[in-house]
């Protein structure tokens, strides 16, 4: 099975619920995850020359997703309930990614943030790519 690589801000406490949410609701174990300081998401990333979100991006066989898109792709591969919100792809993008952008925008200010990066517990360990 193909895994797909979330790509998140480390240090942004939404971002790390966001990834926790997601490791819940993926029985199949399909995301593995990366925080974006870190040289895996460098890796990944080597060669794209389009502007990226702070916030997250989704790697999913070697496409580049973000904002809503990169959202509603890893809400698509989730357990049911959560797979039905991959009908929101039918907004229009401009929508979508405004919405995506005003939260993204105000995450640290209602969320906070870290000094440091997750750092997963040993049994989800072998979800997250080394550095």
Do not use: K
């Amino acid at each position: 099975m193909a895994r797909s690589v979330l790509l998140f801000d480390g240090v942004c406490n939404l971002c790390n619920g966001f990834v926790r949410f997601v490791i819940a609701r993926d029985p199949a174990g399909q995301f593995e995850f990366a925080p974006l300081q870190s040289d895996a998401a460098r890796r990944l990333l080597q060669g794209v020359t389009d502007p990226l979100p702070d916030s997250f991006v989704l790697v999913d066989n070697g496409q580049v997703l973000i904002r809503s898109a990169a959202a509603l792709r890893v809400a698509r591969g989730l357990s049911f309930p959560w797979s039905l919100a991959y009908a929101f792809m039918a907004v229009p993008r401009p929508l979508r990614d405004w919405v995506y952008d005003f939260v993204a925008s105000h995450r640290y200010r209602w969320f906070g943030r870290r000094d440091v990066c997750m750092v997963p517990t040993p049994e989800l360990r072998s979800r997250f790519l080394n550095d």
